[in-house]
């Protein structure tokens, strides 16, 4: 078959790619910038010294400035004391404070980042974790960064997020600076603050941070590597297509985490790339797994025409505050964004009926920015705690249960199994329900539905899962679950 060649090269290239990349990680993990410069000193650059030295200089200037955006970040409380306190960002207070910031940080908080220098915890792992690793695929490459599957020595898989020596960053760093290894240190700048910040940021929904390899001593390369807990990339269109219950858990896990952001150890954090992309889910838990776009950083202003939110087919302002700064942007921009990115697409379909005025509560509130995340986090619990509790199904009449004859402790083999949109399984109709009331208003809706099985199986909300078939061939023990059947109506025998 020719048109097997292709994909066949394509995959033993993508091997070799893999192989390579984490080979070549582990031979030099090495010291990141610390205060040195001398690496560029062994730089090969084209062109007369003087040209040399002006492309070095404005490199060493990129590095500088890249630093100076994470030193602050690796303080104990980030919060901007002099804002609070009504002083600008240069008043002779906040300069001696940055002096101090530098003096403190640069051998012992900057050095665990940049050096590896500070003893890994027991559940922390480092470079020494990486030996004998197996390169699993690759899962996903930007700009700056690769991401890729590995099996450790034990079998425990991690994903490692690197630098893509073949992105678009490291590309034009190098056309522009012509020195590989310093910039690959300043792409690297990228990786180094993404673990300072989930660090710092440690949440239910951030991904874990397992830990980190930069040990010194192995050449002067500029190679950072995170270590990051395993998730599944956010497939919105298979979320679409999945039962109300899972995309709401989504838009939940979003909100929680917005929550957290408005009011972080680093104060109100924006996501200025607020995409899927940028998520992933681990054991069905939504997971911010990128975040080297965040921003702690309020935004200064003199008026209120200062604090304007501008998005493709919306405007907002917001207030400038007596401090100078837009009051609640970062958070209004997170809200927003999940309302055009995830609300929109997953929180009306197919919301079950008791819950449509509240999700349309929600839609117009967050749609407008008329609520805060305060509010939008109470309106989420409220529908969750209502949702488990099985209070929208009061209405259903108890006797509806009594068309059906019960046998528990039994489970059904043979099952005549037809599908239904959306459903837990693709080979037959398998719906999440209350109790035995909702699993029968159910199959009374199906005009395929003759008997219904309440497994052992429970989603995250405990609400259990239930299976709807048109007929089965016999019945098996089961200690986990109850057989429902249809008990067959009396023959009508009025006479002409």
Not at 360 to 379: P, R, V, Y
Request: glycine share 8%.
């Amino acid at each position: 078959m020719p048109g097997m060649g292709n994909p066949l090269r394509a995959a033993a290239l993508l091997a070799f790619v893999v192989l390579s990349i984490l080979v070549s990680l582990l031979i030099s993990s090495v010291q990141q910038f610390g205060g040195t410069v001398s690496h560029f000193a062994n730089a090969t650059v084209a062109g007369d010294e003087e040209e040399f030295a002006s492309l070095r200089g404005a490199l060493i200037y990129q590095l500088s400035e890249r630093r100076k955006e994470i030193i602050p970040l690796l303080l104990p409380d980030y919060r901007d004391d002099d804002a609070e306190n009504g002083l600008r960002g240069d008043s002779p207070r906040s300069l001696r404070r940055d002096q101090t910031r530098d003096s403190t940080l640069d051998h012992s908080l900057w050095n665990e980042i940049a050096h590896g220098s500070r003893k890994a915890r027991m559940d922390e792992m480092d470079c020494d974790s990486l030996v004998d690793m197996q390169a699993v695929e690759i899962l996903g490459s930007g700009y700056t960064k690769l991401v890729v599957k590995v099996n450790l020595a034990g079998g425990q898989p991690v994903a490692l997020k690197l630098v893509n020596e073949q992105g678009i960053d490291m590309g034009k760093c190098v056309e522009d600076f012509r020195d590989p290894r310093g910039c690959r240190e300043l792409v690297s700048y990228k990786l180094k603050k993404e673990i300072v910040l989930l660090q710092r940021l440690q949440h239910p929904n951030v991904i874990k941070l397992k830990g980190h390899c930069a040990e010194g001593g192995r050449g002067e390369d500029g190679r950072v590597t995170v270590i990051l807990e395993q998730g599944n990339p956010l497939q919105m269109i298979q979320l679409l297509q999945s039962p109300w219950e899972d995309r709401f858990r989504v838009c939940l896990d979003l909100v929680r985490l917005l929550h957290f952001l408005s009011d972080s150890p680093l104060g109100s954090v924006a996501l200025l790339d607020f995409q899927p992309r940028q998520f992933v889910t681990v054991s069905g838990q939504l997971k911010l797994t990128d975040l080297d776009d965040a921003s702690a950083a309020e935004t200064a202003c003199r008026t209120d025409a200062d604090c304007t939110l501008q998005f493709p087919h919306r405007n907002f302002t917001v207030v400038c505050s007596a401090r100078g700064v837009c009051e609640g942007l970062n958070e209004k921009r997170n809200i927003y964004n999940a309302y055009r990115y995830f609300f929109t697409y997953l929180l009306p379909h197919q919301a079950p009926p008791g819950f449509t005025h509240l999700v349309d509560h929600i839609m117009n509130s967050t749609g407008e920015l008329k609520a805060d995340i305060n509010q939008t986090l109470e309106a989420f619990e409220h529908i969750l705690l209502l949702y488990k509790s099985g209070f929208h199904l009061d209405n259903l009449p108890p006797s509806i249960i009594g068309d059906y004859a019960v046998m528990r402790g039994m489970g059904a083999s043979g099952d005549a199994a037809y599908r239904c949109w959306p459903s837990y399984s693709q080979q037959g109709c398998v719906l999440s329900v209350h109790g035995a009331r909702e699993a029968a208003f159910i199959c009374n809706s199906h005009s395929q539905c003759s008997s219904f099985t309440l497994t052992g199986r429970k989603t995250w909300t405990g609400r259990v899962l239930a299976s709807f078939s048109s007929g089965f061939s016999h019945l098996v023990p089961d200690g986990t679950s109850e057989v429902y059947v249809k008990k067959a109506k009396a023959p009508d025998d009025t006479t002409a």
